[in-house]
């Protein structure tokens, strides 16, 4: 009788989204490409405060890709996401929330992801997006 072996359980890893879309690399573009967006956009940019959007690019990069299953230096550095907490001081209306997607529509567009990468990565940021809104308008 041939032997056979066997699979412990926990042996076998499936790739996370974050792997599977190409890493740290793609969120970092993802990133970039809104924040290019947002730098032009007059309803959004008066809600950075910093002169340069770097740190939040940085910022939503790293949440981005723990989220996704990379590493988790997000909350190393910041602790919980506590999303809508740190968007609380913002007027965050439908207005901004159209603009937000409207960007982020064209970043995921430029990534180039497979039909079922970019369904799943859009109906996240759609939800994160709704999530966000804290003003009626």
């Keep these: 009788m041939d032997r056979v072996n066997e699979i412990r359980r926990g042996t076998l890893q499936e790739q996370t989204f974050y792997e599977q879309v190409g890493g740290e690399e793609t969120f970092r573009r993802l990133v970039h490409r809104f924040y290019e967006g947002v730098a032009e956009d ?16 940085e910022r939503l990069a790293l949440f981005l890709i723990q989220y996704w299953g990379g590493p988790t230096t997000y909350s190393d550095n910041r602790g919980h996401p ?14 901004a929330h159209d603009a937000w997607l409207k960007h982020m529509r064209v970043a995921v567009e430029e990534l180039g992801l497979s039909e079922e990468h970019e369904h799943t990565l859009w109906k996240y940021l759609t939800y994160a997006a709704a999530s966000m809104v804290n003003t009626a308008g």
């Design 42 to 57: 007059p309803l959004l940019r008066p809600m950075y405060p910093e002169e340069d959007l770097g740190p939040a690019e």
């Design 82 to 95: 506590r999303l809508r907490m740190r968007h609380a001081p913002f007027t965050v209306d439908r207005a």
